[in-house]
Nanobody, 116 residues
Framework: QVQLVESGGGLVQPGGSLRLSCAPS????????MGWYRQSPGKQRELVAR???????YYAESVRGRFTISRDNARNTVYLQMNSLKPEDTAVYYC??????????WGQGTQVTVSS
């Protein structure tokens, strides 16, 4: 069973930054794409950013220009750099990985709270 280990969440003030990490138990080359969703209370889970092995990355309109997704092949890790954080970014963030022609896998979720 594939495991996605997330880290990097926490409490930050508005305007601050956080970097989330997602390390799969298999090579990230096994998955295409990988990305991040988030879910806040009372809302549906929404796609935040997606990174294919090749091609353009996708960002939700609400985070474009503030968040950056990247894949570090040497560290076998996917990152989500979040800058200029806003209170509305508060949510549980989930890493996901799609195996081409196979299953999707999810991390356990990491809480991000943006508050003064």
């Amino acid at each position: 069973q594939v495991q996605l280990v997330e880290s990097g969440g926490g409490l930050v003030q508005p305007g601050g930054s956080l970097r989330l990490s997602c390390a799969p138990s298999e090579s990230i080359f096994s998955f295409d794409p990988m990305g991040w969703y988030r879910q806040s209370p009372g809302k549906q889970r929404e796609l935040v950013a997606r990174s294919p092995r090749i091609g353009s990355r996708y960002y939700a309109e609400s985070v474009r220009g503030r968040f950056t997704i990247s894949r570090d092949n040497a560290r076998n890790t996917v990152y989500l750099q979040m800058n200029s954080l806003k209170p509305e970014d508060t949510a549980v963030y989930y890493c996901y990985a799609s195996r081409p022609g196979g299953s999707d896998y999810w991390g356990q979720g990491t809480q991000v709270t943006v508050s003064s």
